[in-house]
């Protein structure tokens, strides 16, 4: 049994799909294929590798009804919506990582009123200091998020494929270190 991993446009994972779901999407020309299986399967003609990783080709809003948001790189950025909280521009998730608002050197926790999705170039801009320490002004403050703005997938990193892992590790919470 191969199942494939259904992101959203996003980059985002949605859920994991049967392959053979993977490909009718496909050929509706709904997702485009990311990465593959090592088997192949045989279609009249043409023989093709089953898709390991697909991604939508349009953003879909998903409707979600956790309470508890797991505090995540995904979900930082889904709170602020890929965009930069100095900067206000967006950016793919290859192009972000969290800042802490306040250095974790004076201070600064690891939680949702102290991380703000930020591009790699204001990340080193700011650097060790405060945004005033830094010349530099957030968006908004960052706050809790009230409902689960990403997707939790229940797989386990160690039976999911290879190929999956890039797209499943942004779900695991960031530790306390
Ligand atoms: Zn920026």
Same mark, same amino acid.
């Given at each position: 049994?191969?199942?494939?991993?259904?992101?959203?446009?996003?980059?985002?994972?949605?859920?994991?799909?049967?392959?053979?779901?993977?490909?009718?999407?496909?050929?509706?020309?709904?997702?485009?294929?990311?990465?593959?299986?090592?088997?192949?399967?045989?279609?009249?003609?043409?023989?093709?590798?089953?898709?390991?990783?697909?991604?939508?080709?349009?953003?879909?809003?998903?409707?979600?009804?956790?309470?508890?948001?797991?505090?995540?790189?995904?979900?930082?950025?889904?709170?602020?919506?890929?965009?930069?909280?100095?900067?206000?521009?967006?950016?793919?998730?290859?192009?972000?990582?969290?800042?802490?608002?306040?250095?974790?050197?004076?201070?600064?926790?690891?939680?949702?009123?102290?991380?703000?999705?930020?591009?790699? *170039?204001?990340?080193? $801009? !700011?650097?060790? &200091?405060? =945004?005033?320490? #830094? *010349?530099?002004?957030? $968006? !908004?403050?960052? &706050?809790? =998020?009230?409902? #689960?703005?990403?997707?939790?997938?229940?797989?386990?990193?160690?039976?999911?494929?290879?190929?999956?892992?890039?797209?499943?590790?942004?779900?695991?919470?960031?530790?306390?270190?």
């Amino acid at each position: 049994m191969q199942q494939a991993l259904l992101l959203n446009a996003s980059y985002e994972p949605l859920k994991v799909v049967h392959w053979q779901k993977a490909i009718t999407l496909w050929c509706q020309g709904k997702v485009e294929v990311i990465a593959v299986h090592d088997r192949e399967v045989r279609a009249v003609s043409v023989t093709f590798k089953l898709p390991s990783v697909i991604r939508l080709l349009r953003f879909v809003k998903i409707k979600r009804r956790f309470d508890y948001v797991p505090f995540s790189r995904a979900n930082i950025y889904a709170r602020d919506h890929h965009t930069c909280q100095y900067c206000n521009r967006g950016f793919s998730t290859a192009d972000l990582t969290f800042d802490h608002v306040v250095p974790v050197a004076q201070g600064g926790r690891k939680d949702w009123e102290n991380i703000v999705t930020c591009c790699v *170039g204001c990340n080193r $801009l !700011k650097g060790g &200091r405060t =945004p005033a320490e #830094a *010349g530099m002004k957030l $968006l !908004k403050p960052p &706050r809790r =998020p009230d409902s #689960a703005p990403a997707i939790r997938i229940t797989v386990g990193l160690r039976d999911a494929p290879e190929s999956w892992r890039d797209y499943l590790y942004w779900n695991v919470e960031l530790d306390d270190t």
